[in-house]
C-alpha cells in the first residue's frame, strides 16, 4: 500500500486524530504492509482497540475502492501532505492537516491569497468595505480566503466572484456538506469558478467545534488575514489569531467608535493591525500590486503571466512544480516562463528552477 493512501485512511478513520497518525508515522517498520495488520498489531502501535477496529475496516480493500469512486463521483481531491499540490505556507502552521479535501481550482492552493473575515451580521458599513476590499483584491489577482459563513465571508466570496475572480472557501464541516444552508448555491458557484477545501472528509458529523479549528487553515494558506468588521466575540478574531501564531500579517478596518461591530477591529488596531482602508495597502505591503505592475518595457503583464507570478511569489519553483500546479500544457508554460523573462520579472537558476527578481 502507499503511504498516500494509507494517510487519507488513518486521517478518515473514527477515533484516530492528529497526534495519533504522528506517532504512527514516526515509528520504524513496514506501515506499507499496514492492510494486512490485524487489530493487535495496531493495538501494539499504540492504537485503543476501538480505533484499530475502524482503521482494519477503513483499510480493506472494498472499502478504500468505494471511498475512491465515491469522492471521484463528487469531484472530490485528496491532497496529502505530501502532495506537490499541497500549500507550502500551510505546512509552516502548528498541526497542518494531514490531508486536504479539495473541490474546484486545486492550483489555488498555492496562488498568492488573502484572508477576509469579519461577523456574520455586518453593518450597512461593513458589507459595503467587504464588498469593495475582496472586489478590488480579487480584480488584482489574490485570491480571496474565507470561511463560507453568513455575513462577511459570503459577502467577500461573492464579490471576488463578481469580480471574475478567484476566492477559496474553507469549510468547517465535511467536504460534501455546505453550511450553512442558505450558502450552498454559493458554494456550488464557488466549487465551479473557484476552489472548496475542507479538512474534514466525507461523512464526518457536523459538530460546533469543528468551526473554530478551521480558522486556522484559513490564516494558514495566506500571506495575510483582513478582519472586515467584528464585534469583541467575533469568531474572526480566531482566525486573527491564528495568523499571528503562524508568523502572518493581520489587517483590520476601522469602523465607527460607537458600534459595537467595529470594537473587535479596533482592538486589533490598538494592538499593532495594520489599519487599512483601501486594497493598495495590504497589496503594498508586499511589494507589488499584480495588475498594475509594468515591465521594463511598459507591457503589462497578462493574466497568464500574473497566474505564473503568483506562484512565484511563494517561492522558488522548478518547472516540473509550476507545471502541476498550473495544470497547463508544456509549451504554455514554458512560453510564459521566457515572456516573464524577458520582462525582466523572473530568472532561471540552475536545474530549471525559476524565481522573481
Known amino acids: 500500500m502507499e503511504k498516500r493512501e494509507l494517510l487519507i485512511a488513518l486521517d478518515g478513520t473514527r477515533g484516530i486524530g492528529w497526534k ?18 490485524d487489530g493487535a498489531e495496531w493495538e501494539r502501535r499504540g492504537l ?30 485528496p491532497v496529502t501532505v505530501w502532495d506537490s499540490e ?32 469579519g461577523t456574520r451580521v455586518p453593518t450597512a458599513y461593513g458589507r459595503k468595505i467587504g464588498e469593495m476590499l475582496a472586489g478590488a483584491l480579487a480584480e488584482q489577482g489574490v485570491n ?16 471576488a466572484l463578481r469580480a471574475a475572480g478567484a476566492t477559496t472557501a474553507v469549510l468547517g464541516t465535511a467536504i460534501d456538506q455546505p453550511y450553512p444552508p442558505e450558502n450552498r448555491f454559493l458554494y456550488k458557484e464557488i466549487a465551479e469558478k473557484g476552489l472548496i477545501v475542507s479538512e474534514y472528509p466525507i461523512g464526518t458529523p457536523p459538530h460546533p467545534g ?14 495575510g488575514t483582513v478582519v472586515v468588521e467584528a ?34 477591529a479596533l482592538n486589533l488596531i490598538k494592538q499593532g493591525a495594520k489599519l487599512i482602508t483601501q486594497a493598495g495597502d495590504i497589496l503594498e505591503e508586499y511589494g507589488f500590486a499584480p495588475a498594475d505592475r509594468l515591465s521594463e518595457d511598459g507591457n503589462k503583464l497578462t493574466d497568464d503571466e500574473r497566474r505564473i507570478y503568483h506562484m512565484l511569489e511563494q517561492g522558488n519553483r522548478s518547472f516540473d512544480e509550476l507545471l502541476a500546479l498550473s495544470g497547463w500544457e508544456f509549451g504554455l508554460l514554458h512560453s510564459v516562463l521566457l515572456s516573464l ?12 528552477i525559476y524565481k522573481l527578481i
Open 20 to 37: 495519533t497518525i504522528a506517532k504512527l508515522l514516526e515509528q520504524p517498520g513496514d506501515l506499507y504492509k499496514a492492510e494486512y495488520f
Open 48 to 77: 485503543k482497540p476501538a480505533a484499530a477496529r475502524n482503521l482494519k475496516q477503513e483499510l480493506a480493500a472494498g472499502k478504500r475502492q468505494e471511498r475512491l469512486e465515491t469522492m471521484q463521483a463528487k469531484g472530490i481531491v
Open 86 to 117: 499541497y500549500p507550502l505556507l500551510l505546512k509552516e502552521i502548528s498541526q497542518p492537516p494531514w490531508v486536504l479535501y479539495a473541490m474546484g481550482q486545486i492550483e489555488l492552493l498555492n496562488a498568492f491569497s488573502v484572508a477576509m473575515v
Open 144 to 159: 480571496v480566503v474565507s470561511g463560507l459563513a453568513r455575513g462577511i465571508d459570503g459577502i467577500c466570496h461573492q464579490a
Open 210 to 223: 469543528l468551526f473554530p479549528q478551521r480558522n486556522r487553515i484559513i490564516a494558514g494558506l495566506t500571506r
Open 231 to 264: 464585534d469583541e466575540r467575533s469568531g474572526s478574531l480566531i482566525t486573527a489569531d491564528a495568523a499571528l501564531e503562524a508568523n502572518r500579517d493581520v489587517f483590520a478596518v476601522p469602523g465607527p467608535v460607537t458600534s459595537p461591530k467595529s470594537r473587535g
Open 341 to 352: 523573462i524577458i520582462k525582466k520579472q523572473a530568472a532561471q537558476l540552475p536545474g530549471s
